[in-house]
């Protein structure tokens, strides 16, 4: 039952199989009238007439019909029948007339069609029908004219057309062609290059005794275009070698057959065609007189040439030529072999092979029956046995004179670590140089035998031993030692890569094993990530404390090579600020900080001398100096000399005046230091005790109200407020603001009682985004608090500002920063008379002062020197920008700007400045810079208006402004106020 089964399966397949082998009947139909139409006399089934039809499964897919009995007419309708049809032939007698061409444009899968006898005319616009997938084409034995639409209008790849009588080409073509693969039989003329852009190979066979005398290559533009002149076996009606051949510098390949050209005393000149690739199979060749060549030359002449009468290819670089079996009896005794890659004369009788030979690159002499070698030859003999014994018997009974061969090493060799070559020269060092180990060393020759250069691998070291060896297999084989060295290291640039915090490190010759890599940055060692190209060394973390304004020394072994160098990226020239710090007489030895700007971390560059006397330098910073010293008794007028590599800075101490101790403060060496809850030049203005400010929780604005009674029993209201208004970028070299930032939104937080914090940001004129942070502390008694390498007293009844910039984008290093704050105050009088006063100057050698009085009431505000920069001690300055009087009825209100001058920074900024109430123990009208005048009320004219402005060091380590309210004779009521932006602009303060 089973075997029933799987009878009956396979019976299903094979019918089923043969259904799908089976032609339509549409097809065989129209296979059947063409067969009858040229006497084929084809039977079914038609899918075995392989040699004729190809199926594929029920489709006809080829036909070819190249022999009929009876010449006839294609019956172009029963094509319509086969639209399957990839290729069609159709050979010798088979007509194709104009309505098989019409409906080849129904033939959509068409790929290739071959006419090998075409008698018929040819429509005018042939290719127009064609269809689009129709790639190759041959039209042969045509005797019509081709139109030029066979070219422009299909999209034929592969086009041949032979030419009989009276068949012609068009002139040219006026559109672009897609013809890549171009064969033609052709007569005198041809057609002109132009438009055809895709064309990589020109075939071209001569007419029997048809002149050919088209010049016209040059219009070939297409690169890399191969051209070739096939064989004839014609020998009259030549004519001589086109002239356009010699301008069409595109050709890379050159093909010159049998029977085409007359080379009688010819000059063929291709020596504007580089790099070409040319064969001449014309004996006739060796009719020429002379053949000049470019660069890059492959000349194959394969035709029985006998002698050469044109010498000079020898003499033209980088040929290779083959001349295999081309009866050559001799070859030049002198020529530019060295310019020779290949030169085969193998199967030729040449017996004489001068020493000149000996420069070319590669060679084959066998079977030439050699009699006379020269020893490069001889000494090669079994290194190469193929190329120069075989059909040369006589050379191996030659024998090689080892003292012919010679080698000169070239003394201290030194090559890059990422390898490099060095040059021997000799005479007769064989073809091949090897190594001890019979390895063939990697090298080139520049002077075959003469001079090469030999190739090392990347390395590093010195003094490495090496061994050249010659002529390994041969039996005269000889070494010759010698030893080499890598170049030490450079060092070029350095560079901190932002997005992963890593230090890069550029130069030469750093090798690529860190293994034999030290880096010392300070006298500090590092450890090394990678090594890149032998020229990038790359650490994980940046060793530099910051990235600009920088001076360092870098150290660099590698394998015991070092360099040494400075990396000079300052900003400014070194500078030590007065005063200078004070010296401690005796014998010592005593350490001293000396503090300045665009100084070092790396102390190992710096040295620093007072007087004659050398100060050892401990340590270093971008702002700072510290030395040991010894044995100086006096500093007066003692100069002071800092070397920091190539710079240097010349100073000298400046005797300051001597401290004078008052009733409220006392002298500490030579500073006056006052007494708590005094303050002042003098320490005559007394702290007034008021309880904290009023806390603003939309800006960092501090408001003061409290009621104060003076010595003479006075009491006097007064309220305080004091704000951070704007920011402003500021070209240095003409004081011009380029950028200005106006405060509106801050953030508010409660640190605790008494502390407060406020945040915002700023952009810069980029568009930079730059945060500040503002904390505000009240201290109701007295404290010492650490600013930079300072110890501040604040005293009690101090409102202190601590202000942290981020990272700003400046638009250049020499720009700096305004940070601006404003203070308003308003006083009601009815005094008979009133006096103000305002004074800035120094307060002793690290502090200025600003100092407001009106009559017994005074606003002092005092400001340390210093700044915290990139976190450095930095040098700084206040400025008062302007006073703004802005009465109102009977009350006298003042107004203040304070400029806090900020150099310029990178990565952040700390300022500290704080503020206090004071007495002023005497009235302002003792001063005679005082302004006094009588109120309205006693018959004279209102108050003056004072107004103050109240520096602020934006970089100081701390400002305290102090407010004195006196009353004199009546009760005063006294507000400071904040000044608000909006109203400073209509004040053209701004």
Not at 783 to 788: K, V
Request: proline letters at 5%; charged letters at 15%.
């Amino acid at each position: 039952m089973c075997r029933l089964k799987g009878l009956i399966l396979c019976y299903l397949i094979i019918c089923i199989f043969s259904i799908e082998c089976q032609l339509p009947t549409s097809q065989n139909d129209a296979l059947t009238a063409i067969s009858n139409a040229f006497s084929l006399g084809w039977t079914q089934p038609y899918c075995d007439i392989t040699s004729s039809i190809t199926c594929s499964g029920n489709k006809v897919v080829a036909l070819k019909i190249v022999y009929t009995i009876i010449p006839t007419y294609v019956p172009a309708q029963e094509f319509l029948s086969l639209p399957n049809l990839r290729e069609i032939e159709f050979g010798s007698g088979i007509g194709v007339n104009d309505e098989f061409w019409d409906v080849l444009q129904s033939l959509t899968v068409l790929e290739s069609l071959i006419i090998q006898d075409h008698q018929e005319s040819l429509p005018n616009d042939l290719g127009k029908s064609f269809p689009s997938s129709l790639t190759n084409f041959q039209l042969k034995s045509c005797q019509n004219a081709i139109p030029s639409t066979l070219f422009t209008k299909t999209k034929i790849q592969t086009l041949g057309i032979s030419l009989i009588e009276l068949g012609s080409f068009p002139g040219n073509i006026d559109l672009p062609s897609q013809v890549t693969q171009f064969s033609a039989t052709v007569r005198d003329s041809f057609i002109d290059g132009a438009f055809f852009d895709q064309l990589r190979e020109l075939s071209l066979t001569p007419t029997d005794s048809i002149q050919f005398k088209y010049d016209r290559f040059s219009t070939f533009t297409t690169s890399q275009l191969s051209i070739k002149f096939l064989d004839s076996i014609r020998t009259s009606g030549l004519y001589s070698f086109p002239g356009s051949i010699y301008m069409a510098t595109n050709i890379n390949t050159l093909s010159i057959g049998d029977g085409w050209f007359n080379f009688q005393d010819a000059v063929l000149n291709f020596t504007a065609i580089p790099q070409l690739s040319l064969t001449i199979t014309d004996s006739n060749i060796n009719t020429v007189q002379n053949i000049l060549f470019g660069v890059g030359i492959s000349l194959q002449i394969d035709a029985s040439i006998g002698n050469l009468n044109f010498m000079n290819i020898f003499q033209n670089a980088n040929q290779m030529l083959n001349l295999d079996s081309c009866e050559l009896t001799e070859i030049p005794e002198n020529g530019a072999y060295e310019n020779i890659l290949l030169l085969n004369i193998k199967d030729n009788q040449v017996h004489t092979i001068s020493d000149d030979f000996c420069k070319v690159r590669s060679f084959d002499i066998s079977d030439n029956g050699v009699t006379s070698a020269p020893q490069c030859i001889i000494c090669s003999k079994n290194t190469f046995p193929t190329r120069i014994l075989t059909g040369n018997t006589m050379i191996s009974s030659m024998i090689c004179n080892q003292a012919s061969i010679t080698l000169t090493l070239p003394t201290n060799i030194k090559v890059p670590t990422r390898g490099g070559s060095f040059t021997i020269t000799g005479n007769n060092m064989g073809w091949r140089i090897y190594k001890n180990t019979n390895e063939i060393w990697d090298s080139d020759a520049v002077i075959p035998n003469q001079q090469y250069a030999l190739k090392l691998d990347p390395g590093v070291g010195i003094d490495i031993p090496f061994t050249i060896r010659l002529y390994a297999d041969e039996i005269h084989k000889s070494d010759y030692p010698g030893t080499f060295s890598y170049l030490p290291p450079s060092i070029g640039s350095n560079q901190v890569i932002t997005s992963t915090g890593s230090w890069v490190l550029r130069g030469s010759n750093f090798g690529n094993q860190t293994t034999n890599c030290e880096v010392t940055i300070a006298s500090s060692a590092y450890s090394v990530g990678l090594i890149f190209e032998h020229d990038t060394i790359t650490f994980p973390m940046s060793p530099l404390p910051y990235n600009q304004d920088i001076i360092f020394k870098v150290w660099v072994n590698i394998a015991g090579q070092q360099v040494v160098k400075i990396i000079d990226k300052l900003i400014g020239e070194p500078i030590l600020y007065q005063p200078f710090p004070q010296l401690d007489n005796g014998t010592g030895p005593y350490h001293v900080t000396f503090y300045g700007d665009h100084l070092t971390f790396d102390h190992t560059i710096v040295s620093l001398k007072l007087g004659t006397l050398s100060c050892q330098v401990i340590s270093s910073t971008l702002t700072s100096v510290t030395c040991s010293y010894s044995n100086i008794q006096n500093t007066k007028d003692l100069s002071v000399e800092l070397n920091i590599a190539s710079h240097i800075f010349k100073g000298a101490y400046v005797t300051p005046s001597p401290c004078v101790p008052v009733p409220n403060g006392y002298c500490q060496g030579n500073l006056l230091v006052c007494n708590q809850g005094f303050t002042g030049p003098n320490c005559t203005l007394q702290i007034i005790i008021v309880p904290p400010p009023s806390v603003n929780n939309t800006s960092p604005s501090t408001n003061t109200t409290d009621t104060t009674t003076l010595p003479d029993g006075t009491k006097v209201t007064h309220t305080s407020l004091i704000s951070i208004v704007e920011i402003k970028e500021i070209k240095s070299i003409n004081n011009e603001t380029i950028h200005k930032y106006l405060f509106d939104t801050w953030h508010y937080l409660n640190i605790s009682e008494n502390h407060y914090q406020y945040t915002s940001n700023f952009t810069s004129l980029d568009k930079q985004q730059t945060g500040i942070k503002v904390d505000i502390h009240w201290y109701d008694t007295p404290t010492n608090i650490t600013f930079g390498s300072q110890i501040i007293q604040v005293q009690a009844s101090t409102l202190k500002y601590n202000i942290i910039l981020d990272k700003y984008n400046f638009q250049s290093p020499i720009n700096s920063l305004q940070l601006i704050m404003s203070a308003k105050f308003q006083v009601s009088d009815e005094s008979d008379e009133s006096c103000s006063l305002i004074e800035f100057g120094e307060e002793n050698q690290n502090y200025d002062y600003f100092r407001m009085q009106y009559n017994n009431i005074g606003l002092y505000g005092k400001f340390i020197r210093l700044a915290l920069v990139d976190n450095r001690t930095t040098q700084i300055s206040n400025t008062i920008l302007s006073t703004n009087d802005m009465n109102d009825n009977d009350d006298s209100t003042y107004e203040s700007l304070i400029s806090i001058n900020v150099p310029h920074y990178y990565q952040n900024l700390f300022l500290d400045p704080d503020f206090s109430l004071l007495i002023d123990s005497e009235n302002a009208n003792t001063n005679p810079n005082a302004n006094c005048k009588s109120n309205a009320k006693s018959g004279l004219t209102r108050i003056q208006k004072i107004g103050i402005i109240i520096g602020c060091s934006v970089f100081g380590v701390c400002l305290i402004i102090v407010s004195l309210f006196i009353l004199y004779k009546h009760n005063i009521t006294f507000k400071v106020q904040v000044q608000k932006v909006i109203k400073m602009k209509q004040n053209n303060i701004l």
